[in-house]
């Protein structure tokens, strides 16, 4: 019985080999029982593959093929025979001819388009339906065109426009990848009042110059607990060594090694963060570089270095920055961090003492396309359906505050902050945002930090 098993085997395997052998007429075989491309859907009618190639070849010809979406396309004329798999242009750059189209078919920018035809529009996929009309997805984009052109022509103090980096995705993706940080649950306040500040206005890039970083990009990473952490701690640190040492820390550290009840790029706690930093501690940006995720949802990178231990609360990297060109792999540890009031008041004497603060905020489905002014969350989608009226927590750093007058003689406070979606966002990475209403709920949960947690520099570099 088993031989004869083994033996059915080999003559499988036999008959494998043979039908590699006969690879040409399998390929034929498997050309004419391929489902027809034309049935599939001519996805891209505009593509130019056939003349791309340079050219048609007469008969048949197995070889004359263009990459098509996750397939091939033929451009010989035995294609127009079975009318199965020519490219989409075969016709008219083979033939002079138009495309033997189902009759159902869609209009498009004056072409013809037949059943199955996809197409993009903004984050919604259109498909050509079997009753030649057009189907789109209806799902809120990240960028509205109305949404943009009521804000700036309403003016409600600060201006929108579009970018680039976020057309073609849907609201909730904006949500689900831009954002990134949980809603701390525990509300321990302390209510110290504080006198008010004489200054109206400030920026602590002016008076720390060169010790507050600029806004890093998170991409698709729903990670600004990692940003927003490391910008704070990096802006602490320089300030409070006076310039000793200026790390800008490195987000993606947090990213790939602070994982115990972390989730990376898909979204942490900043609490958690704070005790990775002040306890582990991370290396630089540069030492250790963010890789924003290719794919979503996000894959989360391993980790490539640790901390270890050396004695007197002292920590030393375990491995080389894991890139060849950067080698000084100091770890560096935060204090404590502290929560403060939200009295306003209270939040600007700690600004202007101690440096930048971390906050907490709602992101609403207008602050995507924020350019320039004073933001306040807008009611120019109340009358849309709730899909296009979303929030989710997001965390980010303030670093200032100011006041606006307008043409009514109004006066308008604001805090100057810092966002972690590149330097092309806003106003070169940072936004304003009304000041002393709790706008977004950015003033409820607001953290400081000593900065680091010694003078001596207890990095260490580590030899090999
Ligand atoms: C290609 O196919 C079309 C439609 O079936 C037909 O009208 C045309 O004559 C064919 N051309 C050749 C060269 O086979
Ligand atoms: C927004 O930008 C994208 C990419 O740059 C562009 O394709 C799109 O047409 C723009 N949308 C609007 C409404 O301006
Ligand atoms: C993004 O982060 C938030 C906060 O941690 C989380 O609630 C949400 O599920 C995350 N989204 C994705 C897609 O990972």
Redesign the pocket.
Known sequence: MLKLLMLSAITALLLLVEGGMSARTQSRTKRELASPLHLRGIRDPFGSYCQRRGGCCPGRDDQCTVPYQDTICYCD?FC??T?SDCCPDFWSHC?GTTP?YPPSSCERNGHRFHSGATYKENCNLCTCGQNGRWECELHACLIEDDMIQEINRRGYGWRATNYSQFWGMTLDEGLRYRLGTQRPSRTIMNMNEIQVCGSVYFNAADKWPGKIHEPLDQGNCNASWAFSTSAVASDRISIQSMGHMTPQLSPQNLISCDIRHQGGCSGGRIDGAWWYLRRRGVVTEECYPFSPPQQTPAEVARCMMQSRAVGRGKRQATAHCPNSYSYHNNIYQSTPPYRLSSNENEIMKEIMDNGPVQAIMEVHEDFFVYKSGIYRHTDVNYHKPSEYRKHATHSVRITGWGEERDYNGRTHKYWIAANSWGKNWGEDGYFRIARGVNECEIETFVIGVWGRRDFTDTGHFLHN
């Open positions: 004329l127009n025979r009318v033939l033997p």
